[in-house]
Structure formats: C-alpha cells, structure tokens
C-alpha cells in the first residue's frame, strides 16, 4: 500500500499564478485548492463526479476537480471561481447570475459558473434546451435553474451585441 | 427616487450576491485555523447490535494520524439524554454520538480518525474494522405498520385532527365514493453543501463552531447542553449556509463530534460529511395515506376520511401533520382523520421543506383530482365547488384567504380552459399532453424574534439578528425592510446574521423567518430613529428645527423644511452633534396582545393554485414537466425577485418527488442503498421547464406585523400533485406512489 506520506513533484498555473509543491499522490485538485490553497470558492458536492459543485477549468476546458489528483495534470493552467473578475470587475457571467437571481444558498454556483463560461466556448447555446442539455452536469437543489439559463441567455446576448458592435 | 423611498415591495437583487458569484462567500466548511485536524467518520454497517470490538491498530500506523474517538476513549459528555434534547420538540430518547457501544441504526458514527491532513484521516478511517454483535432488526416500513401507534407525548406542533360530522355514515350513503392507498417514498434533503463543522479555539480556549445549520443559537444550546460546554465560551457561526431544507433544523452528528475531538485534543477541527454520509442522518419520513372520499352526483363533497402514518426511529416519535390539511382546506360536512407513527430501525426521520404538507396536500390532491374525475367534474370546478372561505377543520375564519383568485388568475396565465376533458385526449405525434392542477396550503407562521439596528460614525446602518440565510434571500429582505422602516438607502445597509451571539432569533424553518425577523428589523430601526432624533433633539448643538414630530429621514438624511425653507443634516453629522459615535436600539417583535388574540379567533394560512403540462412517450412512458404555472396568495411580497426562486425552487423539488426522488431501503442491512447523486436523482437542467410564478395580491395586516405571510414551502404544496394529475390526464392511468417513475 502507498501510504500518503509518500510525495510527488505537482506543478500548475494556478489563476496565472505558479504553484508548486511536493503532495502526497491522493490529494485530488479540488483538495489542493480548498484545503491547501485557500481556493474555498471551488466547492465540494459529491466528491464523486456526479454534481458539478467543483467544476473549474483545465486548459480552458471544464473538468471537475474532484476527479482529477493534482500530481497528474503536470503544467496545467487552472482557472477557479476566483480567476474570472479582472480589476475588481466581475466577469459577465457572475454579473448575469446576480442580475438574473441564478442562485439562491450560493453553494453550487461557482461551479455552474465555471461550466457556463466553458458553455459559451463550446457553442452550446443555440437554444435553451440545448444549454439546459449541456449544464445538466450542475446540480442546483436550490432549484435556480430558470435564473441560471436566464443568466447564460443574457451573456450570450451579450456576446452578441459585442461582436456586432466589432463587425460594424 | 421611488425605489429608495419603497424598498420593500422592489425586485432587488440579492446583497450576498457578489460574496457568492465570486466564490469569497464562506461556509462551514471553509475557515481554515493554523493547526487543524482533519475528522472522518466511520459509520456502522450494521443496524441494531454493540460493538464488540475496535480494531484501529492498522488504521494508527498511517502517518499523521493524531487519534482515533470512539465511545471507549471520548471524553466527558453529558450524561442524561434530556441534555441532548433540542429545539425541535420530537419526543423521545435524542441519539447521542459515541454514547455507547450500542447500534442504533445503520450509519451510526462509530468512530472518529482524526489526522494533520484529510488525505490521511480517509486512508485511516478506511482502515479502521469494527466487531459487532448483531441483533435482529427491521427497516422495512410495511412491516413497521403493524406497530403503529400514537406517541403518549405529542410532538410540539403537532395538529391534531378535530373530526366533524359522521363521516363513516356519509361516506356509506354517497352516491360518488374514491377510495385508495397513497404512498410517498422516503426522500433525503440533499443540499448541496454537504453538513461540515469547523471547530476553531480562539486564544482565550473558547470554541468558534463554524456549523451548517439553520439555527446557530439552537447548535450553541444543544453543544452546552450534550457536551457540558459553558454557553458563555462557545460561539456558533453560520454566515453562508449552502442549502438545508431542514437538514439543519436538527444538529447533526458532524458538529458533536467535532467540537468533542475539539475538546478532547485541545486543536481545532474539521469534520465533513461525505455525500454517502448525508444519508445517515435526517431524511422525509415514508408515508401512507388510506384516503376514502364521498361526494353527491353534483359534485359536492359529502366524507372525507383520511387515515396516515409516517416512519419515525425506534427511540424518538418524529411527527408530522400529513392528515388535517383536506379538512382544513375543503368544505365538507362530515370528516374524520387519524394519524400514528410507525417504528423502524434507522435514524429519526425529519422535516424537509414543507413537512407534513408536502407529503399530506400532494397525496389529497390527487385524491380530489380523482374524485373530480368520478364526479366528471373539471379538477378546477370540482375545487371550487367544495371551496371554504374557513378553516373547515377548527371552524375558524382566516386572516385572508385568496385561494380563488390565485385558481382564477392561474388558470388564466395557463389557459385552462382550452383543456379538454377526457385523459389522452390532447395527443401531439407520439407524445400524449396532459394538462393537471393542484391546490396548496402551508401554515402563514410568526414567532418572537429581536433584532438591533446600530447606526455607525461611517453613517451605514448595520442590521443584526441570529436568523440564518439559507438561500432563502433574508439578508435581502431584511436590508430592504431596514431600509423602508429607517428611511435608509439600500446599499448604505450591511446585514449581519448567522451568529448565535447576535439578537434572538429562532430556527430558520417553517417560513416564518420573514415575517418574523422582518417585524423584528422594522421595530429596531423604528426605535433607532426615534433615539436618534430624540437625542439630536435634546442635543444643545443640534439645529432647532429638529423636532421628533416634524423632521423625515429619507435617503439616509435628516430632513425638513422650515420658513427659511427645506434645511438637512446628514447621519454622521447628526450623531456628532448628538455626542455620539454610534447609536443602537435592539428590539423584540412579539404577537402582543392583540396578536395573541388574533391567533385564537382566527387560522392563518398561505395558498396556491399549481398548473401543469406533461407529455408522456406514448411508447417508453418517460414523463417531461414542460410547464408550470404557480399563483402564490402569500400576503405582502418583500422581494418579488427573491420570493420567486423561493417558490421556483420548491418546485423543481417537488418535481423530483413526483419523478425521481426516492430513497431506497435495502432491509436486509437497513440502509439507504442509493446514496449518491447518481442512483438518488434530483432534478437537474434537463428535467425543468420555464416556471411562471404569480403572486396574487393579498392584503392581510392580521397576520403578522409586516402583513408577509412566508414562501419557503408553499411551492412545494401541490406541485407533485399537480403533475401527478397531469400525467393521469396524459395516460388515463392513475398512480398513487410516488415518484411516479417509468417502470410504475
């Protein structure tokens, strides 16, 4: 048996930060950040991959961290709930979840946040149905889904009004 | 500007908003202390038996592993079982953690590994073996039933049923009889924050428990009591509280056993519970409704007879009002009900949002839906046709009651009238359509509650009160109240909650938190702002035109207008001038007497009217919710905004009741077998449609002070039934278990 005290090199991009430590081959990503790093807003549901509460991004992608040891993504850039908002501006999407009361206890919401801003990069967003599909990973017992696809809805708009205003 | 001068009323968006989209929002789980250990729990797989013997050598050698607590070396705890009992009222002998060797029911904490880090408490705790003796047990609730029975000493609020008439008779001379066995599955709160405590020992040795709870006065006296902790130096916080639903009416296990590792080791501690674990405590009884309903060939109800039994544990008498809500809400001459608990070995089960309601209106809603259909009546017609404007059962008048107009404006919003009748009559393709409605009541409740209101030299107003903000958008509302009651603007407010040292308050639950800490914060800023004026005004500095009668705060300044035209002064001026760095009133908002009164004559309740669409694969027989439609009577509505997702939320709960919740007993070991995410489905994205929420307009300043009557549970009151009757109206097949799952 490989006990914990047994370390192994981890290096990550954290936020755009450098992190590097020797950590024991068990500690999962979404351990690292909450109870190594301070990173609370990154939140633990499950800790089985079944509710989305720990989404972050991996290389701009959508993952959850629960999931994932820290040693084995050598390099990665993670982007957690508190990497979004830039100069004390909140990213679009955090704002369209508190103009659109996408949540209520706050618990799932970084995560739903998280998997929203990757939403948009992958295009799922032709239809409301289609993003219902593609955050079907993120549990809310609160129930805000209404509010959140509003909130996703919004951004999307958004974007869109953005890219007309570039293109003309 | 209007929106400063009525907050209250205003959809304002939540002030914890930002705290929360940006992750800074800090819960149980999340205060970190130099020094702190890790607790994993390990849980008996057993349900009934003694622990013969605690193998933890093994579970020692893993390195950073501190202790292993178990009942053979815990330290000191209380030794009475009335010391562990807690506010909520359940008769009984309250569990209590690392007691003894005795097993109780499956999930049991047996013992606690305690470890410099979580990474090695797990590996431990999965090491740790346990012996036991076994003894005979049953966790199956069909064979409870033949142990039902009516606990001698009734839980606090319990209603007993009042029957009126002989409905035994009526019922035999209906032309018109329904009759049927109705069945709610047990179901588990499941927030998604799972229950967690932090332990931390301030320099003083005093504990800060940071816990999920919805009371944190209610988990300071329960700690004292269990733990034989002085009150004085024990402190419990719960500024974010990551869902409940009532998981958190009751302490869990998690903060006994942190704050007695806390204790035992002298070092802080954290203990979270796993998902798996979030099933071994508190959970919504299962449920029997025999239901027997007569009615004229009109349509007119003549008996009702409704006989109910919920689980409870083997050593508390968990209770819950599932049988009075039909009496209560329909008139009919005669009606009788009955109600017992029935004993198995698991953990107590509890409230979850809408107790007894949830369960009690959902299963007569869909017998009424069957007793329209006998009656070929329309479910709406039928509803209205046997209407009461009392509270049938105690034959008393409401405060308010606007049941019709939330049935007439629903159904106007969802178009009720295009419906046609018969079941699998409105088929699209290969989808049957199936158009249902419900009817909802929860009980509009109000208890004494403090608050301080504290105006500062940084001229904000700073509102304080030990309610807990559970989602349920308080510290919105109670900003919003704040500011209307002292004439302030919104974001000069800061709201403080979630302490237990803060003012009086009780357990978040039974939406009565509105209408009560909001009476509460209004009366303490009324009162700040007659001392502030009243001080300003004795003041020898202070302008002459200050005069209490004649002077407005608005916006956050003094005003008034004089022959010499309008003069003003600002708060922080005013408190100088007054000799002040900052002035406080804390005030307590009771029923007094008239109240009292008001609460004796007359019954006070909120109501809904629930629509739904279904469509049914006509060939696989999954179900899609693909709209719903809720018009809410709830009194004065602080927070349309807020008070929506309140009511959204309670649906796609009760969504999940009428689909896909259900926990699932393996008897054999009796243990919740389904407990995670994947096989206990909640409802995700996918599964919830567009909701229209409708607040009816219902003036009622009867029924509290602020005339806000809660909006918790109302939403959970008649949705599964509503659904359920859609999707008889899509199939024509009626279903009395729920969930109603494909395979039913």
Same mark, same amino acid.
């Given at each position: 048996?490989?006990?914990?005290?047994?370390?192994?090199?981890?290096?990550?991009?954290?936020?755009?930060?450098?992190?590097?430590?020797?950590?024991?081959?068990?500690?999962?990503?979404?351990?690292?950040?909450?109870?190594?790093?301070?990173?609370?807003?990154?939140?633990?549901?499950?800790?089985?991959? *079944?509710?989305?509460?720990?989404?972050?991004?991996? %290389?701009?992608?959508?993952?959850?961290?629960?999931?994932?040891?820290?040693?084995?993504?050598?390099?990665?850039?993670?982007?957690?709930?508190?990497?979004?908002?830039?100069?004390?501006?909140?990213?679009?999407?955090? *704002?369209?979840?508190? %103009?659109?009361?996408?949540?209520?206890?706050?618990?799932?919401?970084?995560?739903?946040?998280?998997?929203?801003?990757?939403?948009?990069?992958?295009?799922?967003?032709?239809?409301?149905?289609?993003?219902?599909?593609?955050?079907?990973?993120?549990?809310?017992?609160?129930?805000?889904?209404?509010?959140?696809? %509003?909130?996703?809805?919004?951004?999307?708009?958004?974007?869109?009004?953005?890219?007309?205003?570039?293109?003309? | 500007?209007?929106?400063?001068?009525?907050?209250?009323?205003?959809?304002?968006?939540?002030?914890?908003?930002?705290?929360?989209?940006?992750?800074?929002?800090?819960?149980?789980?999340?205060? @970190?202390?130099?020094?702190?250990?890790?607790?994993?729990?390990?849980?008996?797989?057993?349900?009934?038996?003694?622990?013969?013997?605690?193998?933890?050598?093994?579970?020692?050698?893993?390195?950073?592993?501190?202790?292993?607590?178990?009942?053979?070396?815990?330290?000191?705890?209380?030794?009475?079982?009335?010391?562990?009992?807690?506010?909520?009222?359940?008769?009984?002998?309250?569990? +209590?953690?690392?007691?003894?060797?005795?097993?109780?029911?499956?999930?049991?904490?047996?013992?606690?590994?305690?470890?410099?880090?979580?990474?090695?408490?797990?590996?431990?705790? $999965?090491?740790?073996?346990?012996?036991?003796?076994?003894?005979?047990?049953?966790?199956?609730?069909?064979?409870?039933?033949?142990?039902?029975?009516?606990?001698?000493?009734?839980?606090?609020?319990?209603?007993?049923?009042?029957?009126?008439?002989?409905?035994?008779?009526?019922?035999?001379?209906?032309?018109?009889?329904?009759?049927?066995?109705?069945?709610?599955?047990?179901? @588990?709160?499941?927030?998604?924050? $799972?229950?967690?405590?932090?332990?931390?020992? /301030?320099?003083?040795?005093?504990?800060?428990?940071?816990?999920?709870?919805?009371?944190?006065?209610?988990?300071?006296?329960?700690?004292?009591?269990?733990?034989?902790?002085?009150?004085?130096?024990?402190?419990? !916080?719960?500024?974010?509280?990551? =869902?409940?639903?009532?998981?958190?009416?009751?302490?869990?296990?998690?903060?006994?056993?942190?704050?007695?590792?806390?204790?035992?080791?002298?070092?802080?501690?954290?203990?979270?519970?796993?998902?798996?674990?979030?099933?071994?405590?508190?959970?919504?009884?299962?449920?029997?409704?025999?239901?027997?309903?007569?009615?004229?060939?009109?349509?007119?109800?003549?008996?009702?007879?409704?006989? =109910?039994?919920?689980?409870?544990?083997?050593?508390?008498?968990?209770?819950?009002?599932?049988?009075?809500?039909?009496?209560?809400?329909?008139?009919?001459?005669?009606?009788?009900?009955?109600?017992?608990?029935?004993?198995?070995?698991?953990?107590?089960?509890?409230?979850? !949002?809408?107790?007894?309601?949830?369960? =009690?209106?959902?299963?007569?809603?869909?017998?009424?839906?069957?007793?329209?259909?006998?009656?070929?009546?329309?479910?709406?017609?039928?509803?209205?046709?046997?209407?009461? &404007?009392?509270?049938?059962?105690?034959? $008393?008048?409401?405060?308010?009651?606007?049941?019709?107009?939330?049935?007439?404006?629903?159904?106007?919003?969802?178009?009720?009238?295009?419906?046609?009748?018969?079941?699998?009559?409105?088929?699209?393709?290969?989808?049957?359509?199936?158009?249902?409605?419900?009817?909802?009541?929860?009980?509009?409740?109000?208890?004494?509650?403090?608050?301080?209101?504290?105006?500062?030299?940084?001229?904000?107003?700073?509102?304080?009160?030990?309610?807990?903000?559970?989602?349920?958008?308080?510290?919105?509302?109670?900003?919003?109240?704040?500011?209307?009651?002292?004439?302030?603007?919104?974001? +000069?407010?800061?709201?403080?909650?979630?302490?237990?040292?803060?003012?009086?308050?009780?357990?978040?639950?039974?939406?009565?938190?509105?209408?009560?800490?909001?009476?509460?914060?209004?009366?303490?800023?009324?009162?700040?702002?007659?001392?502030?004026?009243?001080?300003?005004? !004795?003041?020898?500095?202070?302008?002459?035109?200050?005069?209490? &009668?004649?002077?407005?705060?608005?916006?956050?300044?003094?005003?008034?207008?004089?022959?010499?035209?309008?003069?003003?002064?600002?708060?922080?001026?005013?408190?100088?001038?007054?000799?002040?760095?900052?002035? /406080?009133?804390? /005030?307590?908002?009771?029923?007094?007497?008239?109240?009292?009164?008001?609460?004796?004559?007359?019954? +006070?309740?909120?109501?809904?009217?629930?629509?739904? /669409?279904?469509?049914?694969?006509?060939?696989?027989?999954?179900?899609?919710?693909?709209?719903?439609?809720?018009?809410?009577?709830?009194?004065?509505?602080?927070?349309?905004?807020?008070?929506?997702?309140?009511?959204?939320?309670?649906?796609?709960?009760?969504?999940?009741?009428?689909?896909?919740?259900?926990?699932?007993?393996?008897?054999?070991?009796?243990?919740?077998?389904?407990?995670?995410?994947?096989?206990? @489905?909640?409802?995700?994205?996918?599964?919830?449609?567009?909701?229209?929420?409708?607040?009816?307009?219902?003036?009622?300043?009867?029924?509290?002070?602020?005339?806000?009557?809660?909006?918790?549970?109302?939403?959970?009151?008649?949705?599964?039934?509503?659904?359920?009757?859609?999707?008889?109206?899509?199939?024509?097949?009626? @279903?009395?278990?729920?969930?109603?799952?494909?395979?039913?």
């Amino acid at each position: 048996m490989t006990h914990v005290s047994v370390a192994v090199p981890c290096r990550l991009q954290i936020n755009g930060q450098g992190y590097s430590a020797d950590l024991p081959p068990s500690v999962t990503l979404l351990d690292l950040l909450r109870e190594r790093l301070d990173l609370t807003g990154t939140k633990k549901g499950c800790d089985h991959g *079944q509710c989305g509460a720990c989404t972050v991004l991996v %290389d701009g992608k959508r993952v959850k961290s629960c999931l994932i040891l820290a040693v084995s993504i050598p390099d990665a850039a993670v982007t957690t709930i508190e990497g979004i908002a830039h100069d004390g501006r909140l990213h679009p999407m955090q *704002q369209a979840f508190i %103009d659109a009361d996408a949540f209520q206890c706050g618990y799932c919401t970084p995560g739903q946040i998280m998997s929203a801003i990757a939403l948009l990069d992958e295009g799922h967003i032709h239809s409301r149905a289609e993003i219902r599909e593609f955050m079907s990973g993120n549990l809310c017992r609160c129930g805000a889904y209404n509010g959140i696809i %509003d909130a996703i809805e919004r951004v999307v708009a958004l974007q869109h009004r953005n890219q007309a205003g570039e293109a003309a | 500007m209007n929106v400063i001068s009525t907050p209250v009323g205003q959809s304002v968006s939540r002030i914890d908003g930002i705290a929360k989209v940006t992750g800074q929002a800090k819960y149980a789980a999340e205060p @970190h202390p130099p020094g702190m250990l890790y607790g994993v729990v390990v849980n008996s797989p057993i349900a009934r038996g003694r622990i013969d013997t605690v193998h933890d050598a093994a579970a020692r050698q893993v390195p950073g592993v501190v202790e292993i607590m178990t009942h053979l070396n815990r330290p000191h705890t209380a030794l009475f079982e009335k010391a562990y009992m807690d506010g909520l009222g359940v008769p009984g002998a309250p569990y +209590r953690p690392l007691h003894d060797g005795e097993i109780h029911f499956n999930g049991q904490p047996v013992a606690v590994v305690l470890a410099e880090t979580f990474e090695a408490a797990r590996e431990a705790a $999965m090491l740790v073996r346990v012996d036991y003796e076994r003894w005979p047990h049953n966790a199956d609730f069909k064979v409870s039933l033949h142990q039902k029975y009516m606990p001698s000493k009734t839980r606090s609020n319990y209603v007993p049923p009042r029957p009126r008439g002989d409905a035994a008779r009526a019922y035999a001379l209906s032309t018109v009889q329904v009759e049927g066995r109705y069945h709610l599955a047990p179901e @588990h709160h499941n927030p998604m924050e $799972m229950h967690a405590t932090t332990v931390i020992i /301030e320099d003083d040795g005093a504990f800060t428990v940071w816990d999920k709870t919805q009371g944190p006065q209610a988990v300071q006296a329960y700690l004292a009591g269990a733990l034989a902790l002085s009150k004085a130096r024990l402190r419990v !916080r719960n500024p974010y509280v990551g =869902g409940a639903f009532g998981s958190g009416l009751r302490a869990v296990y998690n903060v006994f056993l942190a704050t007695l590792a806390a204790k035992m080791l002298k070092r802080p501690v954290r203990v979270t519970l796993t998902r798996p674990q979030m099933f071994t405590h508190v959970f919504r009884p299962e449920a029997i409704m025999d239901i027997a309903l007569g009615a004229s060939r009109d349509g007119t109800l003549q008996s009702m007879i409704v006989e =109910g039994v919920t689980d409870t544990s083997r050593f508390e008498h968990n209770m819950e009002n599932i049988v009075i809500w039909g009496l209560i809400n329909y008139r009919c001459p005669n009606a009788t009900a009955d109600y017992k608990v029935a004993p198995r070995d698991t953990y107590t089960s509890s409230d979850m !949002r809408a107790p007894g309601a949830a369960t =009690g209106v959902n299963l007569l809603e869909m017998a009424i839906d069957e007793m329209a259909y006998a009656c070929t009546m329309d479910p709406l017609a039928f509803r209205l046709h046997n209407y009461s &404007d009392t509270d049938a059962m105690h034959d $008393m008048p409401l405060t308010s009651k606007a049941l019709r107009e939330a049935m007439a404006q629903g159904a106007r919003h969802f178009g009720w009238q295009r419906r046609s009748m018969p079941p699998g009559s409105m088929r699209d393709g290969r989808e049957l359509i199936g158009w249902g409605m419900a009817t909802g009541i929860w009980d509009a409740m109000f208890s004494p509650t403090s608050a301080r209101a504290r105006l500062g030299q940084d001229g904000r107003l700073h509102i304080a009160t030990a309610a807990s903000d559970i989602g349920t958008g308080t510290y919105t509302i109670l900003a919003q109240t704040a500011a209307e009651a002292f004439g302030m603007p919104l974001d +000069r407010i800061d709201v403080e909650l979630g302490d237990s040292t803060l003012p009086q308050c009780p357990t978040e639950g039974g939406s009565w938190t509105a209408a009560s800490a909001g009476a509460a914060v209004w009366l303490a800023c009324l009162s700040l702002r007659r001392k502030l004026i009243d001080m300003l005004a !004795r003041s020898k500095n202070a302008p002459p035109w200050v005069k209490q &009668d004649t002077v407005t705060l608005e916006g956050g300044i003094l005003h008034d207008v004089t022959e010499n035209g309008p003069v003003s002064l600002s708060l922080p001026d005013a408190l100088s001038l007054a000799g002040y760095d900052a002035l /406080e009133a804390e /005030e307590t908002a009771k029923p007094g007497l008239r109240g009292k009164i008001s609460q004796m004559r007359k019954a +006070r309740f909120t109501h809904s009217a629930v629509f739904c /669409e279904v469509r049914v694969d006509a060939e696989l027989g999954t179900v899609r919710v693909t709209r719903l439609v809720n018009a809410v009577a709830a009194g004065r509505i602080l927070n349309p905004k807020t008070a929506a997702s309140q009511i959204r939320g309670a649906m796609v709960m009760a969504t999940g009741m009428a689909l896909h919740e259900e926990s699932l007993m393996d008897e054999r070991v009796g243990r919740f077998m389904n407990h995670n995410f994947a096989e206990y @489905h909640i409802p995700t994205h996918a599964d919830i449609p567009d909701m229209d929420v409708l607040f009816v307009n219902e003036h009622d300043d009867e029924v509290s002070p602020l005339g806000v009557k809660g909006v918790g549970e109302i939403g959970m009151c008649g949705t599964a039934a509503a659904i359920a009757n859609a999707i008889f109206h899509a199939t024509g097949r009626r @279903h009395r278990n729920l969930p109603i799952t494909p395979g039913a």
